[in-house]
């Protein structure tokens, strides 16, 4: 579990409130657990393994405790944007319903937000408070001061379990190491934010690599084992960042373009990726089709919330998508592309297939269960954040995707939650999605958007086919007029835009694109 909230717990930033909060829930028990070694140093290290433990479970435990209510419970180790952007959007909903009273935070473990926009409007203008503009106002530009490097609040993520200005080092250790790293990455990475793309890619080269070598040079079952599990728990984060990689055309300085062209040859097959599929089928098919009806991993033609549905879109893309992608850009006169995709696809096969001749146990472990892991991830991912599609309008970006505010897409995962940004503006940088969604606010409630809490895609997917759509209702953070809708008539809208749509659905709502 991230130290950098929790560390924030009974202290100025919280006022104490998330401090009751791991009183009442028993996933943020660890909090007080930490609390109660913290003068024991040698301890520490276990109880934040045990801590970040608890936290990967966390959204399994949420659907089994009410008193983790999914509709009320804050997530302390939010990123300080999504809490900025969650209290707001909680604010907006309490003053609609309850104009007269105080703003209402789940355990008031935000207070010190409200805090950090007072102090960060004082700092940047004398605006009096005069409601809603105002408080969007005040929090923007502390949004913004975060991104920009020449402001005093500029932060630049480092790490993703820590946020820098919580990490208590020794002074020798901050000044003579972290420091001068930071000075460093900064010059080293294309954008000064993103610091925390150098550490894991340090990271990978130090730990995939050698490991995935040794199994060729001494191959152990139990090696392998681990090794596929630090894969996997790798694999996430790292295709994340390779997202921004293919969308920003590199994550390292411009003078360093060598190496950020090279090193995806060495680390995306250990990943589970095929060299250069990932840049093909995401930029220049998924984004120009949009989850349309020309879009190979449309969900537009399958019935969201049903498993036999599900196995064949999973299907379809896992055995035929090396064949689908190449034809669909030959027959959208785009034959380089295709060519290209064809060969890159079918070179990272034969180059495993070959491996797999010279040591099947290495390559097993090294190659081959990575890459269907990461298929499968890949789909249940893209179901997740495409199953909700509006009926009257699917054409439209703001109903076509989502939004989700929690730990695992936006702290781990390079704001991957703000879909809906990302498909508005696919370039955008990902430290911009939640600034970029406020601006935007008024436009998505307009839009009947969604935006949810407390469940990443993974756990969106499953609820689905689990049609449990109580707790999906009670994840919805209700915007414009979703606010005056109940628990129950929210639960009906999103199972209404779930729906298959029929080839004449289809070719009513997209026009020229027809159906298959």
């Known amino acids: 579990m991230p130290p950098t909230w929790a560390s924030l717990v009974g202290q100025e930033s919280f006022n104490g409130g998330a401090k009751e909060a791991a009183t009442l829930t028993p996933v943020c028990s660890h909090l007080r657990i930490r609390s109660c070694f913290q003068d024991f140093p040698l301890s520490r290290r276990h109880i934040d393994f045990v801590g970040r433990l608890l936290?990967?479970?966390?959204?399994?435990?949420?659907s089994r405790n009410p008193m983790m209510d999914p509709a009320t419970y804050i997530n302390p180790y939010l990123t300080r944007p999504d809490l900025l952007v969650l209290q707001n959007l909680l604010r907006d909903i309490d003053r609609t319903k309850n104009p007269a009273s105080a703003p209402f935070l789940h355990c008031q473990s935000t207070s010190s937000v409200e805090n950090e926009i007072e102090s960060s409007s004082k700092r940047s203008s004398n605006i009096k408070d005069d409601g809603f503009v105002q408080d969007d106002d005040a929090t923007i530009k502390l949004l913004n001061a975060l991104n920009d490097p020449s402001h005093e609040d500029f932060e630049p993520t480092v790490f993703f379990t820590w946020d820098i200005k919580h990490i208590?080092?020794?002074?020798?250790?901050?000044?003579?190491?972290?420091?001068?790293?930071?000075?460093?990455?900064?010059?080293?990475v294309r954008v000064e934010t993103d610091v925390v793309m150098l550490t894991h890619l340090l990271l990978y080269l130090t730990t995939s690599l050698p490991s995935a070598i040794f199994l060729y040079y001494r191959f152990h079952w139990l090696h392998g084992v681990l090794h596929w599990v630090m894969q996997t728990y790798y694999v996430g984060t790292y295709t994340l960042m390779m997202h921004q990689h293919i969308h920003m055309g590199g994550i390292l300085a411009r003078k360093y373009q060598l190496i950020d062209s090279l090193f995806p040859y060495i680390t995306n097959?250990?990943?589970g990726h095929t060299w250069n599929s990932y840049y093909y089928h995401h930029v220049k098919h998924h984004h120009v089709e949009g989850n349309g009806p020309g879009d190979l991993s449309s969900t537009i033609y399958y019935q969201r919330d049903d498993l036999f549905n599900f196995l064949c879109y999973l299907g379809r893309f896992l055995f035929f998508i090396w064949l689908e992608l190449p034809l669909y850009f030959l027959q959208n006169g785009k034959a380089i592309l295709g060519i290209k995709a064809a060969f890159w696809e079918i070179s990272s096969y034969l180059v495993i297939y070959f491996l797999a001749r010279f040591h099947w146990n290495a390559t097993l472990f090294a190659?081959?269960?990575?890459?269907?892991?990461?298929?499968?991830?890949l789909m249940v991912g893209n179901w997740g954040q495409h199953a909700f599609v509006d009926e009257a309008d699917p054409n439209s970006d703001f109903r076509s995707s989502i939004t989700l505010i929690d730990v695992a897409s936006n702290r781990f995962c390079y704001n991957?939650?703000?879909?809906?940004?990302?498909?508005?503006?696919?370039?955008?940088?990902?430290?911009?999605?939640?600034?970029?969604?406020?601006?935007?606010k008024q436009r998505y409630s307009t839009e009947h958007a969604l935006v949810f809490?407390?469940?990443?895609?993974m756990m969106m997917t499953i609820r689905l086919l689990?049609?449990?759509?109580m707790y999906l209702a009670k994840c919805l953070v209700p915007i414009g007029n979703q606010i005056d809708m109940s628990l129950d008539e929210i639960a009906t809208m999103l199972q209404a835009k779930t729906r298959r749509f029929t080839?004449?659905?289809?070719?009513?709502?997209?026009?020229?694109?027809?159906?298959?």
Do not use: C
Request: glycine share 4%.
């Open 55 to 62: 936290s990967s479970i966390s959204s399994g435990l949420l």
């Open 168 to 188: 208590k080092l020794p002074v020798f250790v901050n000044d003579y190491f972290m420091q001068p790293y930071i000075r460093l990455a900064k010059k080293v």
């Open 269 to 271: 097959p250990l990943m």
């Open 367 to 377: 190659f081959i269960l990575p890459f269907f892991l990461l298929r499968l991830a």
């Open 416 to 440: 991957d939650g703000y879909h809906t940004s990302h498909h508005l503006h696919p370039r955008r940088h990902w430290r911009e999605h939640p600034v970029a969604f406020l601006k935007q």
């Open 453 to 457: 809490r407390n469940i990443d895609y």
């Open 466 to 469: 689990r049609r449990d759509y």
């Open 503 to 516: 080839k004449t659905e289809i070719q009513e709502k997209f026009g020229k694109k027809n159906g298959r």
